[in-house]
Each structure stands twice: as structure tokens, then as C-alpha cells.
Antibody, heavy 124, light 107 residues
Framework: EVQLVESGGGLVQPGRSLRLSCTVSGFTFGDYAISWFRQAPGKGLEWVGFIRVKPYGGTTEYAASVKGRFTLSRDDSKSIAYLQMNSLKTEDTALYYC???????????????WGQGTLVTVSS | DIQMTQSPSTLSASVGDRVTITCRASQNINYWLAWYQQKPGKAPNLLIYQASSLESGVPSRFSGSGSGTEFTLTISSLQPDDFATYYCQQYSSYSITFGQGTRLEIK
């Protein structure tokens, strides 16, 4: 059974950092890119960024709203993807989801499996 | 960024109805479009990808169509389990964007 489990969310003050983890099972982690999304309370879905597989350099793409503050990485030996969030703002408050997408994110950049999400609250 | 506009924002319908949700892209996205269903407190669930391909395990009453800038999601005969929020998503560019969502309510 394919599973993605996010962790690491919590309450953090503006300007501080937080690292989210996405632990996967049920498929070969190294064969898939991982995309992150977020959903502010009562709002719609927003893409955060994705990280490609190692054969494609493990390269990343980010939404303009987080570029330069957030960094994606992956540890294929542990089947874990990370979202490092720095310089957090109140508007980053949301439920953060990790998802499985195709290896490169071209025509296969849709999310066929989602985690349950982890809540990040940025507040003083 | 490519803007995605869904209509309507809210749709009231009854069990057994045929409903259609529309999604328009601000520029040509070919057929790089997906549809998701989200229920309260749950993660989104993929229904359709590549505009018209039905995801495995999704009931055949769901169908998608369109290309270029205009797309539709159709539910042929609404079931009680279908009352939820639906989102379209374009993945034509590396800056992925969603429509604002359509809330499907029981009439």
C-alpha cells in the first residue's frame, strides 16, 4: 500500500524555521518525484514546490511565494523527502501535504497519492 | 503564472443529477490538466489526469474532457459520496496552479 506521511509541523514564530518530513512506503521512492502543496485554513490548494528524482539531478522548482525561503531535499536511502522552511511568515500558515508525482514532472506532474498533511502555524 | 478559473464556485444538485464543472486556463495548457476531489478534513484525491484519463479505482461516472484552455469535469449521475469540493490543476508549466475550487452541495 502506497503511503506518504508528513511530520514536523507545529507552532512557530514569524522569522523562525521549521523542517517538514515526508516518509514514504509502498513504492520505490527513488523512482518518483515529490511535490509539496499547502492549504490555508478554509482556502484552496497552493503548490509549494517539487523535487525530481536523482537521475534528473534531484533538481527542484518552487512557487514564487516561497522561492528563496523554502528548500526541498530528499534522502533516497531513507525514503524521506524534506521541506526546509526558513524566514517563515504568518501567511505560510497552512496544512502542508506531500504527494507522489512522476519522476521528472513533465506530462506526469499530477499527484496520484497524497499524505494526510501536517499543520504549520506561524504566529507570535 | 497560468491562471485557472473554475465555474461555478458553488453548485447545488440532487442525487442522480448530471453535473458539469468548467475550468478555464489563461493560456494554452494542451491537455495537462488534472481534477481532484476533496472532502472536509481529508487530502485531495486524484480523479482525472491528462484532461480525460480516469485514475485507477475512480468510478466511471466521472469523466473529463477538453484541451487548450477549456475543460470540463462531468459526473453522470450524482451519488451521495460525491458531495465534496472539486479542484482543477494545470501542470503545463513548472509553476503548477489550481482553480479556486467548486463546492458541490446537496440541493
Amino acid at each position: 500500500e502506497v503511503q506518504l506521511v508528513e511530520s514536523g509541523g507545529g507552532l512557530v514564530q514569524p522569522g523562525r524555521s521549521l523542517r517538514l518530513s515526508c516518509t514514504v512506503s509502498g513504492f520505490t521512492f527513488g523512482d518518483y518525484a515529490i511535490s509539496w502543496f499547502r492549504q490555508a485554513p478554509g482556502k484552496g490548494l497552493e503548490w509549494v514546490g517539487f523535487i525530481r528524482v536523482k537521475p534528473y539531478g534531484g533538481t527542484t522548482e518552487y512557487a514564487a511565494s516561497v522561492k528563496g525561503r523554502f528548500t526541498l531535499s530528499r534522502d533516497d536511502s531513507k525514503s524521506i523527502a524534506y521541506l526546509q522552511m526558513n524566514s517563515l511568515k504568518t501567511e505560510d500558515t497552512a496544512l502542508y501535504y506531500c504527494t507522489r508525482i512522476g519522476s521528472y514532472c513533465g506530462g506526469d506532474c499530477y499527484s496520484d497519492f497524497w499524505g494526510q498533511g501536517t499543520l504549520v502555524t506561524v504566529s507570535s | 503564472d497560468i491562471q485557472m478559473t473554475q465555474s461555478p464556485s458553488t453548485l447545488s444538485a440532487s442525487v442522480g443529477d448530471r453535473v458539469t464543472i468548467t475550468c478555464r486556463a489563461s493560456q494554452n495548457i494542451n491537455y495537462w490538466l488534472a481534477w481532484y476531489q476533496q472532502k472536509p478534513g481529508k487530502a485531495p484525491n486524484l480523479l482525472i489526469y491528462q484532461a480525460s484519463s480516469l485514475e485507477s479505482g475512480v468510478p466511471s461516472r466521472f469523466s473529463g474532457s477538453g484541451s487548450g484552455t477549456e475543460f470540463t469535469l462531468t459526473i453522470s449521475s450524482l451519488q451521495p459520496d460525491d458531495f465534496a469540493t472539486y479542484y482543477c490543476q494545470q501542470y503545463s508549466s513548472y509553476s503548477i496552479t489550481f482553480g479556486q475550487g467548486t463546492r458541490l452541495e446537496i440541493k
